[in-house]
């Protein structure tokens, strides 16, 4: 779909500039009320949704990893957005005859916005959208998609530590008879993490989800080129005794509650990466470890993370070793 409007580019960046500051105040009326207006003037809703709000958004997590914004205010903004999403998308009727999807957040992937944003454009163009909403657990998940039968499950995940938790969601989807196209950023650039963790299909562009949904569906096949998830599953199990050994390893010089999430969070892409055999998705965990230590105070140093919590893997974990152990390499 395509913005019919005649306001200009430096219009509707005005406009962006106080949608801006409105989710920054946590006034999500405030919001709504000027993007109500820019859709009077022809703005289509695919636009407001991924053209002005997913990179208003965006903005939020950036400064706030700048350390521009304090966590409190990157929540109040967060909120805001997702209260603004859900108030024009519940402006729309869902045809009881619409194609049935439901639309869902990784088990463990707490950023609801993006999967929400989906849900209210499917809703705009007329289907019959069910928003189950952020960290279901996957049984939960293929409890309600066996009995609900949904034409396909549209499964989000941000954060590539919680691909361990988008696999489960495949698997018990695919166990219900139910077809999954995956999408977020934890996906990369590519379908290559999204095959191996048995999805359908992948998609970087939720205005193309008509094409996709056409599609014949294979669950069997699909589920076939998931990768095997024996050490993944083995490591992921050791990691909260993994993260305690490191804490007491040594003293330390931020707060231990920050050390514990980031080496948490360590273990976790880490497991990732070995679940979907690509390296990458532990070099951007700690390239993104990296920039926070240069613009938070109470952060570690992303070599220091690796250190503490290389030192503590069992012999046995050969794939951690050496991916952490590349990483390394590089870092001498």
């Known amino acids: 779909m395509t913005n019919t409007s005649d306001e200009s580019p430096a219009a509707q960046s005005a ?28 703005v289509s809703f695919d636009r407001v949704l991924f053209k002005v709000l997913a990179p208003l958004q965006r903005d939020v997590g950036t400064r706030w990893l700048r350390a521009d914004y304090r966590i409190a205010e990157e929540h109040a903004a967060s909120a805001a957005v997702e209260t603004v999403v859900a108030l024009l998308a519940g402006a729309f009727d869902m045809p009881e005859d619409g194609l049935h999807v439901v639309v869902a957040c990784a088990e463990g992937d707490d950023h609801s916005l993006p999967a929400r ?32 039968q949904p034409a396909v499950l549209l499964l989000s995940c941000s954060s590539t530590a919680n691909l361990v938790g988008a696999r489960a969601c495949v698997r018990v989807s695919h166990d219900a008879g139910v077809p999954v196209v995956v999408g977020g950023r934890a ?29 014949g569906w294979d669950v069997v096949a699909a589920e076939s080129q998931a990768f095997p998830d024996d050490e993944a599953t083995s490591l992921s199990e050791a990691v909260p005794a993994l993260v305690e050994a490191a804490i007491a390893a040594g003293p330390l010089a931020v707060s231990l509650a920050s050390v514990r999430d980031d080496l948490r969070l360590l273990g ?7 679940l979907v055999d ?15 230590h240069r613009h938070q105070n109470d952060v570690l140093a992303a070599d220091d993370l690796v250190a503490r919590f290389s030192a503590q893997l069992p012999a046995s974990a050969d794939r951690a070793k050496e991916m952490l152990a590349a990483r390394t390499d590089r870092s001498a």
Request: net charge negative; charged share 20%; aromatic share 10%.
């Open 15 to 42: 406009a962006s500039l106080g949608i801006q500051a409105a989710l920054l105040a946590g006034d999500p009326g405030m919001a709504y009320g000027l993007i109500s207006e820019l859709m009077a003037e022809g």
């Open 117 to 148: 944003m989906v849900a209210a454009y499917l809703t705009y163009v007329g289907w019959r959208v069910t928003f189950l909403g952020a960290t279901l657990p996957a049984h939960d998940l293929g409890a309600y998609l066996a009995d609900e």
């Open 187 to 215: 996906f990369g650039n590519g379908p290559g993490r999204a095959r191996s963790i048995g999805a359908d299909t992948w998609i970087n562009d939720p205005t193309a989800l008509d094409e996709v949904t056409d599609e």
């Open 268 to 274: 976790e892409t880490l497991v990732a990466a070995i």
């Open 278 to 292: 690509d390296a990458t998705v532990l070099d951007e965990f700690l390239e993104w470890q990296g920039q926070r």
